[in-house]
Every structure is written in structure tokens, then in C-alpha cells.
């Protein structure tokens, strides 16, 4: 699949649709792929409008919330790992290529609302994460108090691509990564699936309250 567009849109369903965990968006509002969940197992697929799969992710045991990148094939090509401490204020997260290097590091204000994603020695934008409203995704700058309070009910996010050559899906399923991670670290939402809260609807970027560190 050709990701032609610089944004996308990111967002929980809106209605009841079995299993799906996401659906992503272009910036002009055409449907670009979404997120399916197995209804055995771990495993979430990503597929293109016309159902062909483009890659999975699954959640490894770890000590640290870690979710396993997979192309097409079924060949591992990264990986998404929390990476800050509880003293921090701020939520961090790396991906990591297979063998386990750092390539890039998403860093997030305290409530989880905004990301700047940089590479892994923070000298490069590669994109950034932030909150939207679903009423009005493909432009969102400036929104109103309604129209955050249905980006945080609706679980609406926008990620703008700004580096050329880093992989375009790579980036959009680390912030669908950092989204999954949050809402089981919060513990908040409806489980549908999988292990833990993982699944949760109504958590993840802005989905909840209080601080998360």
C-alpha cells in the first residue's frame, strides 16, 4: 500500500465494529487501513480497505508493556516498548528494530494528549501525535472545548508524518502501539480482547484521568 498522504487520522470506532481496535484515516478522511484483532490470541492485523494484510503487531511477556512488530510475511521487523520510569512526568516510548536497538523515541506530555516522535539520538523529527476531534479530523488546529471533550471521548488522534524516509507505517503503528500501552497501563475501558486492558476502549490518549506516568 502507497502512503501518499503527510497525515493520518487515528481513531477507536465509533460504533460497534467486532474486534476492530482502530481505523485509520488519510487526512482528507479516506480510509487508508485498520486495526482487527484475532478473536483467538494476541494477534492484530492491519488491513488495507480491501481486507489485504499489510503487517500484525502481538504483545510480548516482558517487564516493561512491549508489543511486537511483524510485516506481511511474518517476519519481525520492530518493536514498541515503554521505556520511562515512575519518576518522570513525562510518558516515553522507543521503537526498536529487531535485534533490539532504539531507532526512534515517542515523548508525550504528562496526560498523554501530545507526542513528538525524534530518532533514537533525538537529533531528527520523524513525526508528532496529538489529540483531535472526530467531528472534525482532517483539520483540527484550532478546536474548540466541544470539540476536545470528543476528541477525549471519542479517542480521536492525529499523526503528522515529517521525516520522508522513515517507514510511513511503521510510524502510524507505534502511535496505535502508544494508544494500546497507555489504556493498559490506566486500566481504564472495556476489555475486548487480548490480555489485560489492552483492548480498552476509553483509554489511551486522553481516554482517562489523572496523571499517567
Same mark, same amino acid.
Given at each position: 500500500?502507497?502512503?501518499?498522504?503527510?497525515?493520518? =487520522?487515528?481513531? *477507536?470506532?465509533?460504533?460497534?465494529?467486532?474486534?476492530?481496535?482502530?481505523?485509520? $484515516?488519510?487526512?482528507?478522511?479516506?480510509?487508508?487501513?485498520?486495526?482487527? *484483532?484475532?478473536?483467538?490470541?494476541? %494477534?492484530?492485523?492491519?488491513?488495507?480497505?480491501? !481486507?489485504?494484510?499489510?503487517?500484525?503487531?502481538?504483545?510480548?511477556?516482558?517487564?516493561?508493556?512491549?508489543? /511486537?512488530?511483524?510485516?506481511?510475511?511474518?517476519?519481525?521487523? !520492530?518493536?514498541?516498548?515503554?521505556?520511562?520510569? #515512575?519518576?518522570?512526568?513525562?510518558?516515553?516510548?522507543?521503537?526498536?528494530?529487531?535485534?533490539? %536497538?532504539?531507532?526512534?523515541?515517542?515523548? !508525550?506530555?504528562?496526560?498523554?494528549?501530545?507526542?513528538? =516522535?525524534?530518532?533514537?539520538?533525538?537529533?531528527?523529527?520523524?513525526?508528532?501525535? +496529538?489529540?483531535?476531534?472526530?467531528?472534525?479530523?482532517?483539520? +483540527?488546529?484550532?478546536?474548540?472545548? $466541544?470539540?476536545?471533550?470528543?476528541?477525549?471521548?471519542?479517542?480521536?488522534?492525529?499523526?503528522?508524518?515529517?521525516?520522508?524516509?522513515?517507514?510511513?507505517?511503521?510510524?502510524? /503503528?507505534?502511535?496505535?502501539?502508544?494508544?494500546?500501552?497507555?489504556?493498559?497501563?490506566?486500566?481504564?475501558?472495556?476489555?475486548?480482547?487480548?490480555?489485560?486492558?489492552?483492548?480498552? #476502549?476509553?483509554?489511551?490518549?486522553?481516554?482517562?484521568? !489523572?496523571? %499517567?506516568?
Amino acid at each position: 500500500m502507497d502512503f501518499t498522504s503527510d497525515e493520518y =487520522v487515528i481513531q *477507536r470506532p465509533t460504533t460497534l465494529k467486532f474486534n476492530v481496535l482502530f481505523q485509520v $484515516f488519510d487526512g482528507k478522511g479516506t480510509p487508508a487501513f485498520l486495526a482487527k *484483532r484475532h478473536v483467538l490470541g494476541t %494477534r492484530t492485523d492491519l488491513l488495507d480497505p480491501n !481486507g489485504n494484510l499489510l503487517g500484525y503487531f502481538q504483545q510480548k511477556f516482558s517487564l516493561k508493556p512491549t508489543y /511486537e512488530m511483524h510485516d506481511a510475511s511474518g517476519a519481525v521487523i !520492530g518493536k514498541t516498548v515503554k521505556t520511562s520510569h #515512575i519518576v518522570s512526568l513525562n510518558s516515553k516510548y522507543a521503537l526498536e528494530d529487531p535485534s533490539g %536497538r532504539p531507532v526512534a523515541l515517542a515523548v !508525550g506530555d504528562a496526560f498523554s494528549y501530545n507526542y513528538s =516522535v525524534k530518532d533514537s539520538k533525538g537529533e531528527k523529527d520523524l513525526a508528532t501525535i +496529538s489529540k483531535v476531534s472526530p467531528f472534525n479530523a482532517a483539520s +483540527s488546529s484550532n478546536m474548540s472545548f $466541544f470539540g476536545e471533550l470528543a476528541a477525549v471521548m471519542m479517542n480521536a488522534y492525529k499523526i503528522t508524518l515529517i521525516d520522508k524516509d522513515f517507514d510511513k507505517l511503521q510510524l502510524i /503503528e507505534f502511535a496505535m502501539l502508544i494508544d494500546l500501552i497507555i489504556a493498559q497501563n490506566a486500566g481504564t475501558g472495556i476489555n475486548i480482547g487480548g490480555m489485560g486492558n489492552t483492548g480498552g #476502549i476509553g483509554g489511551g490518549f486522553g481516554g482517562g484521568t !489523572g496523571i %499517567r506516568l
